[in-house]
């Protein structure tokens, strides 16, 4: 039996240090995102329109689809969200203007933006909304600890987004 473990084990190390080969192919290069970086996904602008908001009580909700949102976003990355405002700058979600919250979540392959009244009033949205969504992996996440991820500019320059 001691002799059929040595055999054994010296066949295992024999494949291993054998049956490794330096020389192989070249494997497939992985796809580079439209923002330059393979680990960020800057998005395009969505327009809401005023018609596509869902109501449920009080709350308005839109249901975006996001395929750049994976099972390792969800686990351990980082979704941010910024609506457009009238003077063209990027602010993030969740804020809070004129009484009316406006906040995110976000699951597998898609983002879901909500607005409801501080008062529990109804909202009424009657112009387009424009948002942008920031995918972002863990390890760019770890690899960037001093990003203000609130200022759209910030997070634009230290990930090389294109608008």
Known sequence: MKNLLKKMAI???AMMVFGCSKDGATGATGATG???????LGTTD??????DWQSSGNLKYVS???NGINQSIVNSGVVMVYQKSSTGAYIALP????GVDTTFSFGLNYIQISV?????????????TIIRAVVISASNKMANPNVNWNNYEE????FKLKD
């Open 11 to 13: 066949l295992s190390i």
């Open 34 to 40: 439209a923002t330059g970086n393979a680990n960020v």
């Open 46 to 51: 969505f327009t809401i329109l005023p018609t």
């Open 64 to 66: 975006i689809a996001n």
């Open 95 to 98: 804020f809070s203007y004129q």
């Open 116 to 128: 409801s009244a501080y008062n529990g009033s109804a909202v009424s949205i009657s112009a387009n």
């Open 155 to 158: 997070v634009k320059d230290v």
